[in-house]
């Protein structure tokens, strides 16, 4: 166990609709990173938060938006959802932004219909 | 130009071998990190090993040790002594600008190990 939490684990949606993933870092951990996982793209950085703050985006779409709370949990917005967003998504979390490893959590498996 | 390339989609080892998978990059940046991660069937993401640019020692972790190999920017993975256990998706990651600002890992598009009995 990572100690990262995502929740819901599954989630299926129809296209054109609006869904909300859900990421809690690990204890003490400042920085979530969102990842995700398709078949025709691979890997991909999404978007990264340090203690509430946005530092980096990646291909993210515009019909995508994140934030982090003060508590540090993060939200994945996805609005608009096409065929094509289905996927694994994934958050992971770290104490500092540069530190040598993230903690993965389990993922979101997003299938969208 | 892609950051991370993984040459072999899979690969297949006898159990109790050693198996090596393959890991090129590309940065300009004289700091930087690299990672191997584990993707079992089940699809959680386990991180292995890491090597920074600067380590002067090859990185272990158990069975698992880093190749690393920086005049060709390679970071191949050893595993020693496959179990069955091991059977999975590896993924090479990269992170730029270690210890500074913002970063992330840039992955490869991964190696389907399997270990045959």
């Known amino acids: 166990d990572s100690g990262v939490t995502q929740t819901p684990k599954h989630l299926i949606t129809a296209t054109g609709q609006r869904v909300t993933l859900r990421c809690s870092p690990r204890?003490?951990?400042?920085?979530v990173y969102w990842y995700q996982q398709s078949l025709d793209q691979g890997l991909q950085f999404l978007i990264h938060?340090?203690?509430?703050?946005?530092?980096a985006k990646g291909n993210i779409l515009e019909r995508f938006s994140a934030q982090q709370f003060p508590d540090l949990h993060s939200e994945l917005n996805l609005s608009s959802l096409e065929l094509g967003d289905s996927a694994l998504y994934f958050c992971?979390?770290?104490?500092?932004?540069?530190?040598?490893?993230?903690?993965f959590g389990q993922g979101t498996r997003l299938t969208v219909v | 130009a892609q950051k991370i390339t993984q040459t072999q989609p899979g690969m297949f080892v006898q159990e109790k071998e050693a198996v090596t998978l393959d890991c090129t990059y590309d940065?300009?940046?004289?700091?930087?990190?690299l990672f191997w991660y584990k993707q079992p069937s089940s699809g959680e993401m386990i991180f292995l090993i890491y090597?920074?640019?600067?380590?002067?020692q090859n990185a272990t972790e158990g069975r698992y040790s880093l190749n690393f190999q920086k005049a060709r920017k390679s970071a191949n993975l050893v595993i020693s002594a496959s179990q069955l256990g091991d059977s999975a998706m590896y993924f090479c990651a990269m992170r730029e600008g270690m210890g500074s600002g913002a970063n992330n890992l840039f992955f490869g598009t991964g190696t389907r190990l399997t270990v045959i009995p």
């Open positions: 940065t300009s940046d004289p700091s930087y990190g």
């Open positions: 992971a979390s770290s104490f500092q932004q540069g530190s040598v490893e993230a903690f």
């Open positions: 090597q920074g640019s600067y380590d002067q």
């Open positions: 938060y340090y203690n509430g703050e946005e530092r």
């Open positions: 204890s003490g951990d400042l920085s």
